[in-house]
Protein backbone atom coordinates (compact mmCIF):
# COMPACT_ATOMS: atom_id res chain seq x y z
CA UNK A 1 0.00 0.00 0.00
CA UNK A 2 1.56 3.31 -0.87
CA UNK A 3 1.37 5.94 1.95
CA UNK A 4 1.85 9.71 2.02
CA UNK A 5 1.70 11.82 -0.65
CA UNK A 6 3.40 12.97 -4.27
CA UNK A 7 7.68 12.45 -4.05
CA UNK A 8 9.12 16.18 -4.19
CA UNK A 9 8.16 17.71 -7.70
CA UNK A 10 5.65 14.67 -8.56
CA UNK A 11 2.95 17.40 -8.99
CA UNK A 12 2.04 17.01 -13.22
CA UNK A 13 0.18 14.50 -14.96
CA UNK A 14 -3.42 13.89 -15.09
CA UNK A 15 -5.84 13.71 -11.89
CA UNK A 16 -9.37 13.21 -10.96
CA UNK A 17 -11.65 14.63 -8.29
CA UNK A 18 -14.89 13.36 -7.80
CA UNK A 19 -17.73 15.22 -5.64
CA UNK A 20 -21.46 14.41 -7.34
CA UNK A 21 -23.20 16.04 -4.84
CA UNK A 22 -25.28 18.04 -3.23
CA UNK A 23 -25.00 21.77 -3.57
CA UNK A 24 -23.76 22.29 0.21
CA UNK A 25 -21.17 19.47 0.24
CA UNK A 26 -20.07 20.61 -2.96
CA UNK A 27 -19.06 24.29 -1.83
CA UNK A 28 -17.64 23.38 1.47
CA UNK A 29 -15.40 20.89 -0.76
CA UNK A 30 -13.52 24.33 -2.60
CA UNK A 31 -11.47 24.12 -0.03
CA UNK A 32 -9.71 20.96 -0.66
CA UNK A 33 -9.74 21.30 -4.28
CA UNK A 34 -8.09 24.50 -4.17
CA UNK A 35 -5.75 22.55 -2.10
CA UNK A 36 -5.38 19.74 -4.80
CA UNK A 37 -5.13 22.63 -7.45
CA UNK A 38 -2.31 24.12 -5.62
CA UNK A 39 0.09 20.43 -4.80
CA UNK A 40 -0.85 19.33 -8.31
CA UNK A 41 0.50 22.55 -9.90
CA UNK A 42 1.29 21.49 -13.32
CA UNK A 43 -1.15 18.61 -13.71
CA UNK A 44 -4.10 18.87 -15.70
CA UNK A 45 -7.40 18.66 -13.28
CA UNK A 46 -10.29 16.82 -14.21
CA UNK A 47 -13.83 16.85 -11.96
CA UNK A 48 -16.42 14.35 -12.35
CA UNK A 49 -19.96 16.09 -10.78
CA UNK A 50 -23.37 16.30 -12.28
CA UNK A 51 -25.29 18.56 -14.41
CA UNK A 52 -26.89 21.15 -11.73
CA UNK A 53 -22.80 22.06 -10.55
CA UNK A 54 -21.39 21.92 -13.88
CA UNK A 55 -20.95 26.16 -14.46
CA UNK A 56 -20.55 26.45 -10.48
CA UNK A 57 -17.21 24.01 -10.67
CA UNK A 58 -16.44 25.73 -14.07
CA UNK A 59 -16.02 29.30 -11.79
CA UNK A 60 -14.25 28.11 -9.08
CA UNK A 61 -11.23 27.87 -11.30
CA UNK A 62 -9.88 24.88 -10.07
CA UNK A 63 -10.55 22.16 -12.89
CA UNK A 64 -9.24 22.16 -16.21
CA UNK A 65 -11.98 20.46 -17.42
CA UNK A 66 -15.14 19.14 -16.08
CA UNK A 67 -16.98 15.70 -16.85
CA UNK A 68 -20.57 15.22 -16.17
CA UNK A 69 -21.56 11.85 -14.03
CA UNK A 70 -24.79 10.44 -15.49
CA UNK A 71 -25.08 8.03 -12.50
CA UNK A 72 -26.18 5.23 -14.56
CA UNK A 73 -28.40 2.49 -12.57
CA UNK A 74 -28.56 -1.10 -11.70
CA UNK A 75 -30.09 -2.34 -14.89
CA UNK A 76 -27.80 0.33 -17.43
CA UNK A 77 -24.76 -2.24 -18.41
CA UNK A 78 -24.15 0.05 -21.43
CA UNK A 79 -24.25 3.30 -19.59
CA UNK A 80 -21.49 1.60 -16.82
CA UNK A 81 -19.39 0.44 -19.88
CA UNK A 82 -19.22 4.35 -21.42
CA UNK A 83 -18.29 5.34 -17.67
CA UNK A 84 -16.12 2.91 -17.49
CA UNK A 85 -14.24 3.36 -20.71
CA UNK A 86 -14.30 7.24 -19.72
CA UNK A 87 -12.48 6.68 -16.74
CA UNK A 88 -9.55 4.59 -18.04
CA UNK A 89 -8.99 6.51 -20.58
CA UNK A 90 -7.98 9.76 -18.74
CA UNK A 91 -4.41 8.09 -18.05
CA UNK A 92 -5.33 9.46 -14.11
CA UNK A 93 -2.21 8.64 -11.81
CA UNK A 94 -4.32 9.77 -9.17
CA UNK A 95 -7.73 10.10 -8.00
CA UNK A 96 -9.50 12.30 -5.06
CA UNK A 97 -12.91 10.80 -3.87
CA UNK A 98 -14.52 13.74 -2.10
CA UNK A 99 -17.62 12.11 -2.47
CA UNK A 100 -16.59 9.07 -0.66
CA UNK A 101 -19.96 7.21 -1.15
CA UNK A 102 -20.57 3.53 -2.21
CA UNK A 103 -21.16 5.06 -5.72
CA UNK A 104 -17.73 7.00 -6.09
CA UNK A 105 -16.24 4.09 -4.38
CA UNK A 106 -17.21 1.51 -7.00
CA UNK A 107 -15.92 4.10 -9.50
CA UNK A 108 -12.97 2.65 -8.40
CA UNK A 109 -13.07 -0.78 -9.53
CA UNK A 110 -14.41 0.51 -12.41
CA UNK A 111 -10.97 1.09 -13.46
CA UNK A 112 -10.07 -2.24 -13.39
CA UNK A 113 -9.10 -5.21 -13.61
CA UNK A 114 -4.89 -4.05 -14.30
CA UNK A 115 -3.22 -1.12 -12.50
CA UNK A 116 -5.26 1.46 -11.12
CA UNK A 117 -4.72 4.88 -10.11
CA UNK A 118 -3.94 6.00 -6.73
CA UNK A 119 -6.90 7.00 -5.10
CA UNK A 120 -7.45 8.91 -1.90
CA UNK A 121 -11.07 7.55 -0.33
CA UNK A 122 -12.79 5.15 1.16
CA UNK A 123 -12.81 2.21 -1.61
CA UNK A 124 -11.37 -1.25 -0.37
CA UNK A 125 -7.95 -1.60 -1.37
CA UNK A 126 -6.87 2.15 -1.92
CA UNK A 127 -3.88 3.45 -1.91
CA UNK A 128 -4.41 6.40 0.17
CA UNK A 129 -7.31 5.66 2.58
CA UNK A 130 -9.08 8.03 4.61
CA UNK A 131 -8.40 5.43 7.89
CA UNK A 132 -10.61 7.19 10.54
CA UNK A 133 -13.53 4.70 11.92
CA UNK A 134 -14.69 7.86 13.09
CA UNK A 135 -14.36 9.60 9.70
CA UNK A 136 -18.66 9.96 9.55
CA UNK A 137 -18.71 11.90 12.93
CA UNK A 138 -16.97 14.77 11.48
CA UNK A 139 -17.76 17.69 10.23
CA UNK A 140 -17.33 18.05 5.90
CA UNK A 141 -14.93 20.32 5.89
CA UNK A 142 -12.44 18.38 8.75
CA UNK A 143 -13.27 15.27 7.36
CA UNK A 144 -11.81 16.67 3.78
CA UNK A 145 -8.81 17.99 5.76
CA UNK A 146 -8.03 14.72 7.24
CA UNK A 147 -8.70 12.90 3.93
CA UNK A 148 -6.30 15.05 1.94
CA UNK A 149 -3.71 14.77 4.68
CA UNK A 150 -3.60 11.38 4.79
CA UNK A 151 -2.76 11.62 0.80
CA UNK A 152 -0.15 14.49 1.61
CA UNK A 153 -1.94 17.68 0.94
CA UNK A 154 -1.77 19.60 4.35
CA UNK A 155 -2.36 23.17 3.62
CA UNK A 156 -5.88 23.20 2.93
CA UNK A 157 -8.00 26.94 3.06
CA UNK A 158 -11.43 27.43 4.31
CA UNK A 159 -13.49 27.46 0.52
CA UNK A 160 -14.06 30.73 -1.34
CA UNK A 161 -16.27 31.95 -4.15
CA UNK A 162 -14.34 34.63 -4.90
CA UNK A 163 -14.19 33.58 -8.88
CA UNK A 164 -17.89 33.19 -8.87
CA UNK A 165 -19.47 36.05 -10.86
CA UNK A 166 -23.27 37.28 -12.16
CA UNK A 167 -25.20 39.88 -12.98
CA UNK A 168 -27.79 40.30 -10.06
CA UNK A 169 -28.88 43.71 -10.99
CA UNK A 170 -31.55 42.37 -13.13
CA UNK A 171 -33.89 41.69 -10.11
CA UNK A 172 -33.97 45.16 -9.55
CA UNK A 173 -34.00 44.98 -5.70
CA UNK A 174 -34.47 47.98 -3.09
CA UNK A 175 -30.88 49.37 -1.74
CA UNK A 176 -31.52 47.69 1.74
CA UNK A 177 -32.71 43.66 0.77
CA UNK A 178 -32.15 40.63 3.03
CA UNK A 179 -32.38 37.12 1.46
CA UNK A 180 -35.01 34.42 2.99
CA UNK A 181 -34.66 31.22 1.96
CA UNK A 182 -37.73 29.27 3.16
CA UNK A 183 -37.44 25.66 1.30
CA UNK A 184 -35.49 22.32 1.65
CA UNK A 185 -36.19 18.69 0.81
CA UNK A 186 -39.42 18.08 0.31
CA UNK A 187 -39.09 14.74 1.69
CA UNK A 188 -37.74 16.95 4.73
CA UNK A 189 -40.57 19.20 5.98
CA UNK A 190 -39.23 18.42 9.90
CA UNK A 191 -35.60 21.05 8.39
CA UNK A 192 -38.51 23.46 7.25
CA UNK A 193 -39.27 27.03 9.84
CA UNK A 194 -42.83 27.57 8.87
CA UNK A 195 -43.99 29.61 6.25
CA UNK A 196 -45.89 31.54 8.84
CA UNK A 197 -42.88 32.48 10.64
CA UNK A 198 -41.15 33.59 7.41
CA UNK A 199 -44.34 35.48 6.83
CA UNK A 200 -44.37 37.25 9.75
CA UNK A 201 -40.28 37.48 9.72
CA UNK A 202 -40.63 39.47 6.23
CA UNK A 203 -43.37 41.62 8.03
CA UNK A 204 -41.10 43.03 10.40
CA UNK A 205 -38.26 43.35 7.75
CA UNK A 206 -40.52 45.87 5.57
CA UNK A 207 -41.21 47.48 8.76
CA UNK A 208 -37.89 48.41 9.51
CA UNK A 209 -37.16 49.34 5.63
CA UNK A 210 -35.31 46.07 4.35
CA UNK A 211 -36.88 44.13 1.33
CA UNK A 212 -37.36 40.54 1.50
CA UNK A 213 -36.09 38.71 -1.12
CA UNK A 214 -37.24 34.76 -1.41
CA UNK A 215 -35.39 32.24 -3.03
CA UNK A 216 -35.94 28.83 -3.79
CA UNK A 217 -36.83 26.83 -6.93
CA UNK A 218 -40.18 25.59 -8.57
CA UNK A 219 -40.60 23.21 -6.49
CA UNK A 220 -40.66 25.20 -3.47
CA UNK A 221 -43.17 27.75 -4.78
CA UNK A 222 -45.73 26.73 -3.16
CA UNK A 223 -44.26 27.81 0.27
CA UNK A 224 -42.81 31.08 -1.32
CA UNK A 225 -46.34 32.08 -2.16
CA UNK A 226 -47.78 31.70 1.25
CA UNK A 227 -45.16 33.89 2.55
CA UNK A 228 -46.13 36.61 -0.10
CA UNK A 229 -49.72 36.29 0.45
CA UNK A 230 -48.53 37.05 4.15
CA UNK A 231 -46.27 39.94 2.94
CA UNK A 232 -47.25 41.06 -0.73
CA UNK A 233 -43.97 43.78 -0.29
CA UNK A 234 -41.28 40.59 -0.74
CA UNK A 235 -39.94 39.57 -3.79
CA UNK A 236 -40.41 36.26 -4.80
CA UNK A 237 -37.11 35.09 -6.99
CA UNK A 238 -38.56 31.62 -7.46
CA UNK A 239 -36.45 29.25 -9.87
CA UNK A 240 -34.97 32.52 -11.35
CA UNK A 241 -31.79 32.44 -9.97
CA UNK A 242 -28.80 30.66 -10.82
CA UNK A 243 -25.71 29.71 -8.06
CA UNK A 244 -23.96 32.83 -9.17
CA UNK A 245 -26.78 35.08 -8.90
CA UNK A 246 -27.47 33.33 -5.45
CA UNK A 247 -23.55 34.43 -4.65
CA UNK A 248 -24.26 37.92 -5.77
CA UNK A 249 -27.08 38.60 -3.59
CA UNK A 250 -25.74 37.75 -0.91
CA UNK A 251 -22.49 39.60 -0.99
CA UNK A 252 -24.63 42.75 -1.34
CA UNK A 253 -27.40 41.46 1.30
CA UNK A 254 -28.17 43.09 4.71
CA UNK A 255 -28.37 39.46 5.75
CA UNK A 256 -29.74 36.16 5.46
CA UNK A 257 -32.21 33.40 7.04
CA UNK A 258 -32.27 30.24 5.88
CA UNK A 259 -33.07 26.57 6.68
CA UNK A 260 -30.81 23.63 6.28
CA UNK A 261 -30.26 23.62 2.60
CA UNK A 262 -27.98 23.89 -0.27
CA UNK A 263 -28.37 27.65 -0.84
CA UNK A 264 -27.35 28.56 2.37
CA UNK A 265 -24.18 27.43 1.81
CA UNK A 266 -23.56 29.40 -0.92
CA UNK A 267 -24.76 32.72 1.21
CA UNK A 268 -22.91 31.50 4.10
CA UNK A 269 -19.14 31.34 1.91
CA UNK A 270 -20.08 34.53 -0.05
CA UNK A 271 -19.93 36.48 3.23
CA UNK A 272 -23.15 37.33 4.11
CA UNK A 273 -24.07 37.75 7.36
CA UNK A 274 -26.54 34.17 7.91
CA UNK A 275 -28.76 32.89 10.51
CA UNK A 276 -29.53 28.95 9.98
CA UNK A 277 -32.07 27.00 11.42
CA UNK A 278 -31.68 23.37 12.16
CA UNK A 279 -34.13 21.06 13.77
CA UNK A 280 -33.42 18.19 15.37
CA UNK A 281 -33.02 16.29 12.10
CA UNK A 282 -29.57 17.32 11.12
CA UNK A 283 -27.32 17.75 12.99
CA UNK A 284 -24.78 21.39 12.45
CA UNK A 285 -21.94 19.70 13.91
CA UNK A 286 -21.62 17.00 11.05
CA UNK A 287 -22.49 19.61 8.46
CA UNK A 288 -23.33 23.52 9.40
CA UNK A 289 -22.81 26.20 7.22
CA UNK A 290 -19.22 28.02 7.25
CA UNK A 291 -18.69 31.70 6.53
CA UNK A 292 -17.63 34.63 7.51
CA UNK A 293 -20.10 35.47 10.17
CA UNK A 294 -23.05 31.99 10.32
CA UNK A 295 -25.25 32.20 13.49
CA UNK A 296 -26.89 28.55 13.49
CA UNK A 297 -29.85 28.65 15.77
CA UNK A 298 -31.58 25.04 16.41
CA UNK A 299 -34.71 23.52 17.89
CA UNK A 300 -35.78 19.73 17.97
CA UNK A 301 -39.06 21.37 16.27
CA UNK A 302 -38.58 24.28 14.30
CA UNK A 303 -41.96 25.31 15.18
CA UNK A 304 -40.43 26.32 18.99
CA UNK A 305 -38.54 28.96 17.43
CA UNK A 306 -39.56 32.29 17.41
CA UNK A 307 -39.08 35.34 15.06
CA UNK A 308 -37.49 37.47 17.64
CA UNK A 309 -35.06 34.65 18.37
CA UNK A 310 -34.05 34.79 14.73
CA UNK A 311 -34.24 38.74 14.74
CA UNK A 312 -31.62 38.85 18.13
CA UNK A 313 -28.88 40.13 15.76
CA UNK A 314 -29.74 40.34 12.78
CA UNK A 315 -31.91 43.39 11.97
CA UNK A 316 -31.60 45.54 14.54
Given amino acids: MTVGGDP ?12 LAALGDLVQALGPCAAIRRHHKEARITLLTTAPFEDLARQSGYFDEVWLDGRPKLLQPFRWLALRRRLRS ?16 FYF ?21 HANPKRDFMHTY ?5 QLGMAGILDVPSPDLSGVSADATVFDLAKKFALLVPGGAAHR ?3 RWPAEAYGELARRLVDKGIQPVLLGTSGERAVLEKIIVLCPEAKNLADQTDF ?8 NAEFSVG ?8 IAIAGCRSVVLYSGASDPALCAQRGRDVRILRRDRLSELSVDEVLADDAS
Fill in 8 to 19: PGQTSGQILVIK
Fill in 90 to 105: GGFSRVYDLQTSDRSG
Fill in 109 to 129: RLFGPGSKPEWSGIAAGCSHP
Fill in 142 to 146: ERQIE
Fill in 189 to 191: PEK
Fill in 244 to 251: GQVVALAR
Fill in 259 to 266: NDTGPMHL
